[in-house]
């Protein structure tokens, strides 16, 4: 499996900006499609974005769309989620994750999950 590390989270205002990195190590970081999830408290844990190998490909959740961007760098093993327009309800702890099918990683087809990075939105 692939090991993961987020680096990123923290407290921003309303409308501000934050970039959440993960880096991978372990096994060929271009083999896996990669994606973000979160966990705010008291709910279950959601698909927020998805990216293919290639980095051609990438799905969304609706509530974020037009807000985030999901990225990858399969040179430096990293995967990025740039979070523009932040808003109190994206505050969780948000999950870094690498499957080996695409299509299936959205529905939790996940091999390997980072140990995640809180982000705090405050009003």
């Known amino acids: 499996q692939v090991q993961l590390v987020e680096s990123g989270g923290g407290l921003v205002q309303a409308g501000g900006s934050l970039r959440l990195s993960c880096a991978a190590s372990?096994?060929?970081?271009?083999?896996?499609?990669m994606g973000w999830f979160r966990q705010a408290p008291g709910k279950e844990r959601e698909f927020v974005a998805t990216?293919?190998?290639?980095?051609?490909?990438?799905q969304y959740v609706d509530s974020v769309k037009g807000r985030f961007t999901i990225s990858r760098d399969n040179a430096k093993n990293t995967v990025y989620l740039q979070m523009n327009g932040l808003k109190p309800e994206d505050t969780a702890f948000y999950y870094c994750?690498?499957?080996?099918?695409?299509?299936?990683?959205?529905?939790?087809?996940?091999?390997?999950w980072g140990q995640g990075t809180q982000v705090t939105v405050s009003s």
């Open positions: 994750a690498a499957g080996t099918i695409y299509d299936r990683l959205r529905f939790g087809a996940v091999g390997s």
């Open positions: 372990g096994r060929t970081f271009s083999n896996y499609a």
């Open positions: 990216i293919s190998w290639s980095g051609r490909s990438t």
